[in-house]
């Protein structure tokens, strides 16, 4: 076990010691697990209908399945959790590690012994402090109760667990760029396949899931797959999500509500609706590298497929307002310099057209720009679509931006008409 990061790591009241969290039914979903075959849980997470929400979406169950099992299978097997929340306009992960740390710590145990792997890892954030000192309180605290280590509540399962504070980017939200910053390399995206679920941390079956996802399974196995599936509003997706919203409205900030509440009551009911003075205009609705929804699309529910079929991504359900005062141009201009700058370089589409597609909205916002800019936007978000790429930083990066250029074209082409910005005083 790692050594603690400070001399007090002791809880200041925000998060959950680990009797407060035994309290609340904490480590019995962990009890009822240890009691049953790995692959009853597996199949009771799929059956749950949990989806992957670090933002793609991926049953979880399913993932967990595709571990080798039989004799074939290489060991160490190794389970990690991915809390290196980077997404311009995320925040949800950030709530779950500095409030109920031993929730992530349960769940990774139960994902452990699903898949048969007796290491884990929790790569965090480097800027989330206050997280690190929860997650090393409450590590220390698991291993002192019998949760980590040998022989957990006498099952005979074993599990090893340490928290790696990343030195990394946003790079590092990358799974398999992630688990090469876990090996002390260059935080690269790696070919696939192999993917991780065969060949992962140095060279074996590892998962990876993201904190949220994670949260949700001692509930799922404490309480049952049904139970888990009717939380949600949709069909086919379980349980519940954690909403954020940011921007100009009235009551920014993060709920919990049942998978598949519309971006309509997110907006109006639980944010407030739009601050006085200001009127809606658009929204990026699961973070910075989503594409952009409008008025007529804020009746979708908020939930994996039904924001696919509008043209968009649910993502990590983290949605970013923009206002009719606020510049469409040089938002994505801030969008774009950020991932520009946390691009690793590892291929030449991403490493080239970031910086290129970046210089031309400066020079736009800047009343610089030619219509034939628009052309030379238009190619870059075809030039690092998915599938032109090493990873989804590109891509996703496009996203804002070709949406952009379809429901704002008319501030792009007024920008560079009037050669100036029409926001700026």
């Given amino acids: 076990m790692e050594k603690p990061l400070t001399e007090d790591i002791k809880s200041d009241g925000t998060w959950l010691t680990l009797e407060e969290y035994e309290k609340t039914g904490g480590y019995k979903g962990l ?62 992960d950030r709530l779950l590690l500095e409030t109920n740390p031993h929730q992530i710590i349960e769940g990774a145990i139960i994902g452990a012994f699903a898949i048969e792997a007796n290491f884990s890892y929790i790569f965090l954030r480097w800027a989330y402090h206050k997280a ?69 941390l140095f060279g074996k ?29 949709s069909e086919g997706e379980g349980g519940t999500k954690l909403y954020g919203a940011s921007g100009r409205v009235k009551n920014p900030g993060l709920w919990e509500l049942p998978l598949g509440t519309t971006l309509r009551e997110l907006l109006e009911v639980h944010a407030g609706g739009m601050q006085d003075g200001y009127a809606f205009k658009g929204v990026l609705p699961g973070g910075g590298s989503t594409d952009f929804l409008t008025e007529e699309h804020l009746d ?92 989804a930083l590109a891509p996703g990066a496009m996203e804002p931006l070709q949406s952009a250029l379809k429901y704002f074209r008319a501030d792009f082409e007024q920008h560079i008409h009037e050669q100036k910005c029409p926001y700026k005083s």
Wanted: one cysteine or more; proline letters at 6%; glycine letters at 10%.
């Fill in 205 to 233: 079956p590892t998962i990876v899931n993201n904190v949220e996802t994670i949260a949700n399974v001692p509930h799922i196995i404490a309480k049952g797959a049904d139970w888990f599936m009717k939380l949600s509003k």
């Fill in 31 to 92: 009890g009822k697990a240890l009691s049953m075959e790995s692959k009853s849980i597996t199949q009771m997470v799929l059956d749950s209908g949990l989806k992957g929400r670090g933002g793609a979406g991926f049953p979880t169950g399913q993932k967990w399945s595709m571990v080798p099992m039989d004799e074939s299978a290489r060991y160490p097997k190794y389970f990690v959790v991915n809390a290196d929340e980077m997404e311009p306009g995320s925040f949800k």
């Fill in 132 to 200: 690190a000192k929860a997650l090393t309180q409450a590590i220390q605290e698991a291993y002192e109760a019998g949760y980590l280590g040998k022989n957990i509540m006498g099952s005979g399962f074993d599990l090893e667990m340490s928290l790696h504070i990343s030195v990394g980017r946003y790079m590092c939200g990358e799974e398999t760029a992630l688990l090469n910053a876990l090996e002390g390399k260059r935080a690269l995206p790696r070919a696939k396949p192999p993917y991780p679920v065969v060949s992962g």
């Fill in 300 to 391: 979708t529910p908020m939930d994996f497929d039904s924001v696919q079929k509008v043209g968009s991504r649910m993502g990590t359900g983290t949605i970013i307002v923009l206002d009719d005062k606020t510049c469409p141009i040089g938002m994505l201009r801030s969008l774009e310099h950020f991932f520009a700058h946390e691009s690793c370089g590892w291929c030449t589409p991403c490493r080239e057209g970031l910086p290129w597609t970046a210089k031309l909205l400066d020079a736009i916002d800047a009343g610089r720009g030619k219509m034939e800019d628009l052309d030379i936007l238009e190619f870059h978000t075809k030039y690092m679509a998915p599938g032109n790429t090493f990873c």
